[in-house]
């Protein structure tokens, strides 16, 4: 019997990269989808592109009767919206992985400053499994709930964490600078994100001040003897999806032959990490579950630059690898 994934928020983007995704998973299938705006319309009328490969109804969110339906939910709410509806998934069983931010730190103060919310489960905060297989998978395998990563600090913490374990680049001095695909923003509809606002322009925004600078640092933190204190700059771009982050860090001893070898040996054994030699770009990875990671030498400085697709390695391809690693399964299913 094939494992039962729900989805709720499905009428979003990062919900259609997942269901698109499961379609092609040989154990697990979709069987609730949920909406607050769209119910009673068919997943297709919303996602034209499941046409004829998904017929299921978007429904109200009923805990009770989704936890029937549904051995695990992905829960794609927007943060702040998602903890209460996880809190009671959790007290009614199922299994969730949590797309939101309402998880991922292990402050309840540092959370509530960042997000400007008080939490509705503060006693959970710090206990969730981080999901990112490629660095947490001992947590993940037997965890019923997962905070899937930010899609920024996916692209930050891949390269990062493992230098800093090695103790090859300095903690203190880290810039990261990441150009996102305006998908990053969700698909309802705001200023910032029309189409004549976007085109043909590149703005950074958040300087310093955005969500992901403190979750870099709390995971980053994780694999350092002291703080990590990391600059991070997000830019959106005109481009339907891929995060390319350009990460600027003093080396302390190493070159990088030796980068490449840390990443290398720390990766081992990950099937989507691929340490290339080229510079790489976000078309190298579009819809696809890869990070690419590549360093250069330049002066004093080590430049690392990643790239993933941010709907993918930075959300649904990780829900679904997460979803393979808690049920033992191989981590590619679904993802190849
Ligand atoms: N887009 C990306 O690249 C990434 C997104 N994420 C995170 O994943 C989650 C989903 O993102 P994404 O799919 O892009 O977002 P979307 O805005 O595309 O979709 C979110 C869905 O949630 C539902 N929703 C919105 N507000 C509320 C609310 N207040 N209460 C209940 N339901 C609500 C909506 O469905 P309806 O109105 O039909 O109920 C909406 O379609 C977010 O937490 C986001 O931060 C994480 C990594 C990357
Ligand atoms: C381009 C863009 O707007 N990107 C989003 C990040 C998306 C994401 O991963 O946000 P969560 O941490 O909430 O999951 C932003 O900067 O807010």
């Not at 999901?131 to 998978?137: I, K, R, T, Y």
């Not at 606002?197 to 955005?210: F, L, Q, R, V, W």
């Not at 860090?249 to 720390?266: G, H």
Request: charged share 20%; aromatic share 8%.
């Amino acid at each position: 019997m094939k494992v039962r994934v729900g989805i709720i928020g499905a009428t979003g983007y990062t919900a259609y990269e997942a269901i698109r995704l499961l379609l092609r998973h040989p154990h697990a299938e979709v069987t609730a989808v949920t909406s607050r705006q769209d119910e009673g319309l068919s997943i297709a009328a919303v996602h034209p592109q499941l046409t004829s490969r998904l017929d299921l109804p978007l429904q109200p969110l009923d805990i009770d009767s989704f936890a029937q339906q549904c051995d695990v939910a992905f829960c794609c709410l927007p943060h702040g919206a998602s903890a209460e509806t996880v809190k009671q998934l959790r007290q009614a069983n199922c299994k969730v992985i949590d797309f939101s931010a309402d998880f991922r730190l292990t402050s309840v103060a540092e959370y509530e400053t960042w997000y400007g919310v008080k939490h509705p489960w503060p006693e959970q905060v710090g206990q969730v499994a981080y999901g990112l297989p490629e660095l947490f998978a001992d947590q993940i395998k037997d965890a019923d709930l997962i905070a899937n990563p930010g899609c920024y600090p996916t692209s930050a913490i891949m390269p990062l964490a493992p230098l800093i374990q090695a103790g090859a680049i300095h903690c203190e001095d880290i810039i990261v600078d990441s150009k996102s695909g305006v998908s990053g923003a969700g698909r309802s509809p705001k200023l910032g994100t029309l189409y004549c606002e976007t085109n043909e322009s590149i703005a950074p925004y958040a300087i310093g001040a955005h969500r992901h600078q403190p979750e870099m640092n709390d995971i980053i933190g994780r694999f350092s003897g002291s703080k990590t204190n990391i600059l991070f700059t997000p830019h959106l771009t005109p481009m339907d999806r891929g995060i390319l982050s350009t990460i600027y860090v003093r080396p302390q001893a190493a070159d990088a032959k030796r980068v490449r070898e840390i990443w290398r040996q720390t990766y081992r054994d990950s099937p989507f990490v691929r340490v290339v030699d080229h510079i790489p770009g976000t078309k190298h990875v579009a819809g696809t579950n890869f990070v690419d990671l590549a360093v250069k030498e330049a002066g004093d400085r080590l430049v690392l630059v990643a790239a993933i697709d941010n709907l993918i390695k930075g959300a649904s391809g990780a829900a679904v690898q997460n979803l393979n690693c808690i049920f033992g399964w191989d981590q590619t299913l679904g993802l190849l």
